[in-house]
């Protein structure tokens, strides 16, 4: 029915906009904590100053 298909197509653009609005806050995340860090001494991907072993 009408109903049922619009039913699935709002779910599919929930679901739609949820997954962007994932995917944006991930590359938002990943911009800032880059530009955080830049500069920082230590291995990549660790927190300035930290060495291994802890």
Known sequence: SLLADD???LEDL???AFN???RKA???TTEKMGKITA???GMPG???GM???F
Do not use: I, R
């Open 51 to 53: 060495k291994l072993p």
């Open 7 to 9: 039913k699935d197509m």
């Open 26 to 28: 991930e590359e938002t």
């Open 20 to 22: 962007a609005a994932v």
């Open 39 to 41: 500069g920082m001494p």
């Open 14 to 16: 929930v679901a739609a």
């Open 46 to 48: 660790l927190p300035g």
